[in-house]
């Protein structure tokens, strides 16, 4: 099966907050990594939490990590049209990233 | 800062033929990766190079797959006979900088279409 799970699709409106859920397997994880890619882009890095904190956020983007559960997210205030794309979550066990199948966020105007 | 440069953007080949992906990573990373990104799904590693050296090839389909990177610095990814399961976008990534070494930057891929 899947180490890092994600739900397929996410559809907010412009100007909501958007709640983007990861689940992963690997507690020896020492970072968690969230990636955009748009259509026929390479991924671009949004941002990454190291293991041993909570919460970071960086502008418009907060993650959440929840290591008991081995849970993570990543919201996204005021959703503008042009954060539509694919999320991916990450976590690198041995350095390599093992990624989720990605979240496609659709922002509506 | 120049970012991951990859070439060329696209190819079609029929199925049998070879082809060849070639990547510059961000100058000074040690880390190079190649992932493998089919239509749908996340990126998969085939494989991840420390200078020139080979740290994991474990998901490289080493009967029709290669990859090199002679100096450390430039790797080249082959194809010799392509299936049409191999159509995917080819992905490099360099990392090895900063606090966060692990941190990996992507170029913007090779989609290949094998016929």
């Known amino acids: 099966g899947e180490d890092v799970e994600q739900s397929l699709f996410l559809s907010v409106r412009e100007g909501d907050s958007s709640v983007i859920n990861c689940t992963y397997t690997?507690?020896?994880?020492?970072?968690l990594y969230w990636y955009k890619q748009e259509p026929g882009a390479g991924l671009q890095l949004l941002t990454y939490?190291?293991?041993?904190?909570d919460m970071k956020q960086d502008q418009r983007l907060t993650v959440l990590l929840n290591k008991k559960d081995k849970h993570l997210s990543l919201r996204i205030a005021d959703t503008q049209t042009g954060d539509s794309a694919i999320y991916f979550c990450a976590e690198a066990p041995w350095r390599a990233l093992t990624f989720g199948s990605g979240t496609r966020l659709q922002v509506q105007p | 800062e120049a970012g991951v440069a990859q070439s060329p953007r696209y190819k079609i080949i029929e199925k049998r033929q070879s082809v060849a992906f070639w990547c510059n990573p961000i100058?000074?990373?040690?880390?190079l990766y190649w992932y493998q990104q089919i239509l749908g799904q996340g990126p998969k590693l085939l494989i991840q190079?420390?200078?020139?050296?080979?740290?994991?090839d474990s998901q490289l389909p080493k009967d029709r797959f290669s990859a090199e990177r002679l100096k450390g610095v430039d790797s080249t990814l082959k194809i010799q006979p392509a299936k049409l399961e191999d159509s995917a976008v080819y992905l490099c990534a360099s990392g090895g900088l900063g606090i966060n070494q692990e941190t990996q930057y992507f170029g913007p891929g090779t989609r290949l279409l094998v016929l």
């Open positions: 939490i190291f293991s041993n904190m």
């Open positions: 100058s000074g990373h040690a880390t």
């Open positions: 690997d507690s020896s994880s020492t970072y």
């Open positions: 190079f420390q200078n020139n050296g080979v740290v994991d």
